[in-house]
Nanobody, 123 residues
Framework: VQLQASGGGLVQAGGSLTLSCAAS????????MGWFRQAPGQEREFVTG????????YYADSVKGRFTISRDDAKNTVYLQMNSLKPEDTAVYYC?????????????????WGQGTQVTVSS
């Protein structure tokens, strides 16, 4: 199983980025997907999750209204559209796959993890 995250980079505050996470080696449509992030010196934070059907979504309060998670089962890919980025969004972003029907906020519920992609937002 492999999760390949991409799309990170350097952006000015107020800008946008779209992260992608391409999965292989698993039945993607049977997995809930999540995005986590970890800033230097801070604990890992659950940012957003999507159920295997796509019908249930979760957003952390810190990103609600600015970030959008989506999935394309035909492409085995989950996306994270990030708008109105703030310097406090700077972190390494990780995608993760859980065999559960829906998302969980705890990392222990996720079996597979991507390698992380750096997002840096300058002020």
């Amino acid at each position: 199983v492999q999760l390949q995250a991409s799309g990170g980079g350097l952006v000015q505050a107020g800008g946008s980025l779209t992260l992608s996470c391409a999965a292989s080696g698993l039945s993607f449509n049977n997995y809930a997907m999540g995005w986590f992030r970890q800033a230097p010196g801070q604990e890992r934070e659950f940012v957003t999750g999507i159920s295997w059907s796509g019908g249930s979504l979760y957003y952390a309060d810190s990103v609600k209204g600015r970030f959008t998670i989506s999935r394309d089962d035909a492409k085995n890919t989950v996306y994270l559209q990030m708008n109105s980025l703030k310097p406090e969004d700077t972190a390494v972003y990780y995608c993760a796959a859980s065999p559960a029907v829906t998302w969980y906020t705890g990392g222990d519920e996720y079996d597979y993890w991507g390698q992380g992609t750096q997002v840096t937002v300058s002020s």
